[in-house]
Structure formats: C-alpha cells, structure tokens
C-alpha cells in the first residue's frame, strides 16, 4: 500500500519528493526519473506516490512525519502561499 510507504519517509524527504512532482508539471513517472538521477543508490518508490504525496498535502494540508521512531516531533504544516521550498526555486 503506497500510503503506508508515505509514513515511513521524513518531512525533509516528503518535501523534496513534492518539490520533484512539482518541477516534473505534476508528472509521476517524470518526477520519478528526477529522483532515480538524484539518488540512484536509494530504493525508489512507486511513481504514483508522488501524486498521492501531493493530493495528501491539499487535503491535510501536512506531511506525515515517521512515528515510533524514538522521541516526540512536532507536528508541522505546509501553508500555502508562503514562500516555496529552495528545491523548487
């Protein structure tokens, strides 16, 4: 199930992986040769996580961080609007 994978990935990779979809014209497939070229040693997901990253994002308006991976992190929230990510620019 690509949710499940979506959980165990960090804020900073939940983002990097948006930032990726975004600069691909919200293509899937692209953002996913984006990343392979990127990080070629990493085990590369599913491409559809990346347009299920970026649906979760417009309705929860957050990214899902790890859980019971040791101590308590705050919860944090993408805002709209704001300045986008350095990846993006």
């Known amino acids: ?13 939940n983002a990097y992986m948006h930032c990726m979809y975004s600069r691909a014209n919200d293509n899937g497939r692209a953002a996913l040769r984006m ?7 990493r ?10 990253l970026h ?15 040791g101590r308590q992190r705050a919860a944090r929230s993408f805002k709209p609007g704001g300045k986008h990510l350095e990846c993006c620019g």
């Open 43 to 52: 085990r590369m997901p599913d491409h559809r996580i990346f347009q299920r």
């Open 55 to 69: 649906h979760q994002l417009r309705e929860t308006r957050s990214f899902r961080t790890k859980h019971d991976a």
């Open 1 to 13: 199930m690509l949710t499940s994978t979506m959980e165990y990935l960090t804020y900073a990779e």
């Open 35 to 41: 990343h392979h070229a990127q990080f070629s040693a």
